[in-house]
């Protein structure tokens, strides 16, 4: 059974900080990989997607990579700023096969707050 | 694009009684829709996976007769809580995938408050 963990649990940092949030998993035969965002009492924003044969991708101020054999992946978040204070959850999808989705199994998450 | 929308985003509704939550795909056509439950503070529950025209298939755990899913068309997806009680009280989250993409695009979500 897929495991996933987040660590650290919450973090809070002065604005313009550079910051990494961990997320690793238990069983490395993933489809992808996935980074959301939560908003309190919001549903999820996808940030970053990385394909099992991927190491990295990037979208502006973030760049998440992939370390399959390992189990691991971290979200880099560069100069931070108070509007990324959220909740960040990492996901990973199993291979289902042919043509059938594989579930998404759930990091905990990190709540992040950015000070100004 | 792929947007999915959530109806109710908030509901209460008494013990006892029965609620639906309404899961659409907007600008797509979604052959796999699944809910989640998320608790306070806690991250998201698998619940089930929906499939247009076929029966759900559940997580081990959750009771297929207290959280009836039907996904009758390629845009819908319902969520109905029967004979609620105080501990349904959730976030509920639904998501939607293309037909053969990676992603899941996921809803608002619906809080439900059960008095």
């Known amino acids: 059974k897929q495991e996933v963990t987040q660590i650290p649990a919450a973090l809070s940092v002065p604005e313009g900080e550079n910051l990494v949030l961990n997320c690793s998993f238990t069983?490395?035969?993933?489809?992808?990989l996935q980074w959301f965002r939560q908003d309190p009492g919001k549903g999820l924003t996808s940030l970053l997607l990385i394909q099992s044969s991927q190491r990295e991708q990037t979208s502006g101020r973030l760049n998440a990579s992939l370390d399959k054999s390992s189990g691991r992946s971290t979200l880099y978040i560069a100069a931070s700023q108070p509007g990324d204070s959220a909740t960040y959850l990492c996901a990973v999808r199993q291979y289902a096969g042919g043509t059938s989705y594989g579930k998404l199994t759930f990091g905990q998450g990190t709540i992040l707050t950015v000070h100004p | 694009g792929a947007v999915v929308s959530q109806h109710p985003s908030r509901v209460i509704c008494k013990s006892g009684t029965s609620v639906k939550i309404e899961c659409r795909s907007l600008d797509f056509q979604a052959t796999t829709m699944f809910w989640y439950r998320q608790f306070p503070k806690k991250s998201l529950m698998l619940m089930a996976t929906s499939n247009e025209g076929s029966k759900a298939t559940y997580e081990q755990g959750v009771e297929k007769d207290k959280f009836l899913i039907n996904h009758a068309s390629l845009t819908l997806s319902t969520l109905t809580v029967t004979s609620a009680h105080p501990e349904d009280s959730s976030f509920y989250i639904c998501?939607?995938?293309?037909?053969?993409?990676?992603?899941?695009?996921f809803g608002p979500g619906t809080r439900l408050t059960v008095t």
């Open positions: 069983d490395s035969a993933i489809y992808n």
């Open positions: 998501s939607a995938g293309l037909a053969g993409g990676p992603e899941q695009y």
